[in-house]
């Protein structure tokens, strides 16, 4: 009896052990494979929003927590100040055009005298040949011919003093008259970049969302006097979030951007989001500290150090199922493939493909690729057009 439970035993145990070969395999299969962290968390691109001009507030029009498209209003400052300079510059505008009308009526009078010199000029010279002929004929006398020769010098002078008169005016109106340019002179150029300064700074009384987020750590309020620069609150895209994994350098080995990634939450446990890589950080993080180890000082101590490597995820996550800036969340990567750069960034290799423009930047990019197991993702792009304030 006993051998027969011996041989029972033996056989159970044996079956255990054949058919505990299979998952001992692919689990040994799939660690080889993955490289995993659980120091990570969710990070993304923070817009702080502050004014460029000094103001009171006037109105807002968002509060804490609240979802803003690109280019919503978010506050306004009191406008009566900026409208006033716009109204001032407006009028120096008009007296440099009539600044300028005076200067070609000048000119004007200066070409005019100038034409009149002239003639005098002409008139002279005759009376005094006139004179000097009858002269050495005895006809005149001696006053008669010196009066016409000081009228010839008279009218010489004048004629010097018309033509300074009129380079004096020319220079004054900035050039010579041009009827289709009239008004395209200096003093009314600066009047004009005054008064579109003034409607540039009205214009600033307006803020608006410079991308489409969540409001947060909003700290103005109506009354309160700002001065430019001062952080009024700001704005996170969420649907532009990604995950910062920060990978022991011992894992990095085959680590490769464009590299499938499973992203897995502790807010949602047993939810995946499919990612991949986007880049890998070019130092460690304590090489960016605000006290940086210093190794050469002789009291060094190896530890292991860890990489931040960027993951971006391959679409929006569910509308049940949001991330927030600093959650925590657990990365696998799958090596398998390492066919892929390590000093490379997925996002700008497809903005500099696709070079959308000035008003479209890296940040305005979202990278949305279909990621496999056996190569880099590919991708396809959606673009946020720039939103003018």
Do not use: C
């Not at 109106?173 to 041009?178: A, K, S, T």
């Amino acid at each position: 009896m006993k051998g027969i439970l011996r041989k029972a035993l033996l056989v159970l145990v044996a079956i255990a052990v054949i058919a505990s070969l299979y998952p001992a395999w692919r689990y040994y299969k799939y660690f080889s494979s993955h490289v995993s962290t659980d120091d990570a968390y969710v990070d993304g691109t923070i817009a702080l929003i502050s004014s460029r001009v000094p103001g009171s507030v006037a109105r807002l029009y968002v509060q804490e927590n609240w979802r803003v498209n690109g280019g919503d209003l978010l506050l306004t400052l009191d406008p009566r100040d900026y409208k006033v300079r716009v109204d001032e510059a407006q009028a120096q505008v008009e007296r440099a055009r009539e600044s300028v009308d005076q200067l070609v009526a000048q000119l004007e009078a200066a070409e005019s005298g100038l034409k009149l010199a002239d003639s005098q000029l002409s008139q002279a010279r005759i009376d005094f040949v006139r004179a000097k002929a009858l002269r050495q004929e005895g006809v005149v006398s001696l006053e008669y011919y010196d009066q016409a020769t000081t009228g010839l010098r008279v009218a010489i002078a004048d004629r010097a003093l018309a033509e300074h008169q009129m380079q004096q005016a020319r220079a004054a109106l900035g050039g010579p008259i041009d009827d289709h340019a009239r008004y395209d002179r200096p003093i009314v150029q600066q009047a004009e970049a005054a008064l579109e300064a003034a409607k540039l700074d009205l214009s600033y009384t307006e803020i608006r969302a410079p991308l489409p987020g969540v409001i947060t750590r909003k700290s103005v309020h109506v009354g309160n006097r700002i001065q430019p620069g001062e952080p009024l609150m700001a704005i996170v895209p969420v649907d532009r979030l990604y995950v910062t994994a920060n990978f022991k350098e011992t894992q990095l080995t085959d680590v490769r951007v464009g590299q499938p990634v499973e992203v897995e939450a502790d807010i949602y446990p047993d939810f995946i989001y499919k990612a991949h890589i986007d880049s890998i950080s070019v130092g460690t993080g304590a090489a960016f500290a605000l006290l940086p180890p210093e190794n050469a000082t002789g009291n060094w101590v190896k530890v292991v150090q860890r990489v931040p490597v960027k993951v971006v995820l391959n679409e929006p996550p569910p509308p049940d199922k949001p991330l927030r800036m600093g959650l925590s969340v657990e990365v696998t990567v799958d090596i398998s493939n390492t066919s892929g750069p390590l000093l490379s960034s997925t996002t700008q290799s497809l903005y500099q493909e696709h070079r959308f423009g000035p008003n479209v930047g890296p940040e305005r990019l979202q990278v949305a690729p279909n990621s496999t197991s056996n190569g880099p993702p590919v991708s396809s792009i959606v673009t946020q057009p720039a939103v003018q304030p």
